[in-house]
């Protein structure tokens, strides 16, 4: 049995911590925060509760599973609900597309109402391809330690895997080989930004995405999402580990060449056989935005420190979290309001195109708006509580080839932020969403408030980005290189988003468990 320091209950900490406990180890989690969770936050107001984070559980046999292995169903500890319609779409030219779960034949009618005629054949064409590709990968790339360009040997083998997963093919260039109608490309596009990423440079084998939201259907947790982490906390504590809050770590402590603990703000050290860590793997490397490091000076910290400069970070999000009163007839769960052009978004997060150099806050953005309806999230029946989300570029004070100051000032001197947040309202009501009139009140959080929240840096919502057929392979891997270290998480292999983070945990799990 082995000493167990897990640094942050985010999903993947808390989930490392709960199989490790269940291995018998003496598993310790030190959040800084004073709340677990991590990016899966929440803020309750006036008797409106917000998830700050992922809002959806996709691919929930992840956590089936991890619930069943240490000790109950996830049933029995969080109300999980499928949703029927996974999202509402409404495009530029007014057209509107409500995508159902579960059954093919449902979908295409639905694209083909819709769209027109041989759009649902198109699409399930595409959902075919991103079913093979999820068989191809889950094994290699999902649920194993990333052991570099020798991953990839299995499937050189076979040509026709190869042509499969495309690695050299970006997923705006397999929307073009593969569907017909400019929706559809649009729709496939969006999946990049599942990843923070750009679909011009992601690879092709993000459309596995696309297959396993519909296959595994898109689920809610009643409450919020935020009561899937603190079930989770639970399970530690009954599994005989503990999760401290209000605990944070400064340094990572080597010791006769290995992880021997670490060292908490105020000078505690906390002794371990193994350390895991669960936050963002930029600052364990120093490579965030002040430059400090959790691990010492030496090779590993420079090896994990190149690796991470070569990686492009992922984008941000910008955050509206309205308080509305009355109620709006006919709100899906997910609305997703589509621009007209959408290459001018990516343009701008990423510093290109006419923004060449200078990335800026997107002009005319895709509006995400997540508006369960669930009695948790509301004061009484004639009120909403809406979270508005758009992708934003970093926050990078001081380095505008970067980034964006969100805490500077627009060219009017208004706070930016403010500023921006006007503007996304006016957008949302250009598009047929006008909530102006109905404005309780707003919280703004921008990227720099992501990056003081949850220590991710710039506010990157999922570390690296996947942009670039060599973006999984720079991703830190799990083991670091330093006997005792690992890393799980979004920042991490095999990245971010609920279910890859879960299968994170798996893999440092075993490592752990084999070491």
Request: hydrophobic share 40%.
């Amino acid at each position: 049995m082995a000493r167990v320091v897990v640094v942050g209950a985010g999903l993947g900490g808390l989930a490392v911590a709960m199989r490790l406990a269940r291995q018998k180890h003496d598993v310790l989690v030190l959040e800084a925060a004073q709340e677990v969770g991590g990016k899966l936050g929440w803020v309750e107001r006036d008797g409106f509760g917000f998830d700050t984070g992922p809002s959806l559980v996709t691919l929930p046999a992840v956590y089936r599973d991890l619930f069943l292995k240490t000790g109950r169903p996830l049933e029995k500890c969080v109300d999980l609900v499928a949703l029927d319609v996974a999202a509402r779409y409404r495009f530029a030219d007014g057209t509107s597309l409500d995508v159902p779960t579960g059954s093919r034949g449902r979908l295409a009618r639905a694209l083909d109402e819709a769209l027109g005629a041989g759009a649902g054949a198109q699409w399930l064409g595409l959902l075919e391809r991103g079913s093979r590709i999820w068989d191809l990968s889950r094994g290699p790339f999902l649920t194993s330690p990333l052991r570099g360009l020798r991953t990839l040997a299995p499937l050189a083998r076979s040509r026709q895997d190869l042509r499969t997963i495309a690695p050299t093919t970006s997923l705006r260039r397999l929307g073009e080989q593969l569907l017909e109608h400019p929706h559809l490309r649009t729709m496939l596009d969006r999946y990049a930004t599942y990843s923070g990423s750009d679909p011009r440079r992601a690879p092709a084998a993000l459309a596995s995405t696309v297959f396993v939201e519909h296959a595994f259907g898109s689920w809610y947790v009643r409450g919020g999402l935020r009561r899937l982490g603190l079930a989770m906390a639970e399970r530690v504590h009954a599994l005989g580990g503990e999760v401290r809050c209000g605990a944070a770590v400064e340094e990572v402590l080597v010791r006769g060449g290995r992880a021997a603990g670490v060292r908490l703000a105020g000078g505690e050290e906390v002794v371990a056989d193994v350390v895991v860590m669960a936050g963002d793997a930029a600052t364990l490397y120093g490579v965030g935005t002040d430059g400090r490091a959790l691990l010492p000076a030496g090779r590993v910290r420079r090896r994990g420190a190149a690796r991470l400069r070569r990686a492009e970070p992922s984008a941000s999000g910008f955050v509206l979290l309205l308080a509305l009163d009355g109620r709006t007839p006919d709100l899906q769960h997910h609305t997703v309001l589509f621009p007209a052009d959408y290459d001018a978004e990516f343009d701008a997060l990423s510093g290109t195109g006419s923004h060449r150099g200078r990335p800026a806050p997107v002009a005319d953005p895709t509006i995400y708006v997540s508006a369960p309806d669930d009695p948790a999230t509301r004061p009484d029946e004639d009120s909403e509580a809406w979270f508005v989300l758009v992708n934003a570029p970093r926050h990078r004070p001081g380095a505008p080839s970067e980034g964006v100051d969100w805490e500077g000032a627009d060219e009017d001197g208004r706070p930016l932020a403010q500023s921006y947040a006007d503007h996304v309202l006016d957008v949302m009501a250009a598009r047929g969403l006008d909530v102006r009139d109905r404005v309780r009140w707003r919280e703004v959080r921008t990227p720099a408030d992501l990056e003081r929240l949850t220590g991710s840096v710039g506010g990157s919502i999922y570390g690296s980005s996947s942009n670039g057929a060599r973006a999984a392979f720079l991703r830190p891997p799990n083991e670091t290189g330093l006997p005792g270290l690992y890393c799980v998480g979004g920042s991490s292999h095999p990245g971010g988003g609920l279910p890859l983070v879960g299968l994170s945990a798996e893999i440092v799990a075993g490592l752990v468990g084999t070491a």
